[in-house]
């Protein structure tokens, strides 16, 4: 399963709405995950089952979507929020996990 | 405090073999799915591997399938990822990464990686 972000780069201002997307190339249900990755640090689990917020992250990030059209949202964007975001699909078994290319955030 | 912390990877030529470790606290190590991702210096995330609670279990992505062995020790809390016939392409940080959102596949705890290097 192909999984393709948009856009690559995306520039925000501080305190906008930032919006990610990630299409699969074919039905994954809800299987799909978002995470942060800033520079020199692993990744960090966002969102799992396309739109619950994992333990301890800010309720300004919201994930939606189902099927093969998915959605990541910085409802109101802080400094911190500079990052690559990368979604993941889990899709099937075996298990076979593939992620999207990223999308690099940067604050305008 | 729970942790998982990569060791193991170094500079190794091509056609070499490498054998990375990751060891586990602050969790119960034999009640988790582990997998191990790996991530090309400026690219993206790749999963390499992974591995079921009892070790029973075992897949891996095309690219390592035949040359790569996921394997753990639960009575040490630990994971490991035997690498063989090593090739330019495998170049990477391999972070060790629990599956810990039970049904999701989604990795909830990431350790820090360790970079394996490939050339002669």
């Known amino acids: 399963i192909v999984m393709t972000q948009s856009p690559a780069t995306l520039s925000v201002s501080p305190g906008e709405r930032a919006t990610l997307s990630c299409r699969a190339s074919?039905?994954?249900?809800?299987?799909l995950a978002w995470y942060q990755q800033k520079p020199g640090q692993a990744p960090r689990l966002l969102i799992y089952g396309a739109s619950t917020g994992a333990t301890g992250i800010p309720a300004r990030f919201s994930g939606s979507g189902s099927g093969t059209d998915f959605t990541l949202t910085i409802s109101s964007l802080q400094s911190e929020d500079c990052a690559i975001y990368y979604c993941?699909?889990?899709?099937?078994?075996?298990?076979?996990?593939?992620f999207g290319q990223g999308t690099k955030l940067e604050i305008k | 405090e729970v942790q998982l912390v990569e060791s193991g990877g170094g500079l190794v030529q091509p056609g070499g073999s490498l054998r990375l470790s990751c060891t586990v606290s602050?969790?119960?190590?034999?009640?988790?799915?582990l997998s191990w991702v790996r991530q090309a210096p400026g690219k993206g995330l790749e999963w390499v591997a992974n591995i079921k609670e009892d070790g029973s279990e075992k897949y891996y992505g095309d690219p390592v399938k035949g040359r790569f062995t996921i394997s753990r020790d639960n009575a040490k809390n630990s994971l490991y990822l035997q690498m063989n016939s090593l090739r330019d392409e495998d170049m990477a940080m391999y972070f060790c990464?629990?599956?810990?959102?039970?049904?999701?596949?989604?990795?909830?705890?990431w350790g820090q990686g360790t970079m394996v290097t490939v050339s002669s």
């Open positions: 990464a629990r599956e810990g959102v039970s049904g999701s596949g989604a990795f909830d705890i």
């Open positions: 074919q039905n994954i249900g809800r299987n």
């Open positions: 993941h699909q889990s899709n099937g078994w075996p298990p076979r996990y593939t």
């Open positions: 602050g969790f119960t190590f034999s009640g988790y799915w």
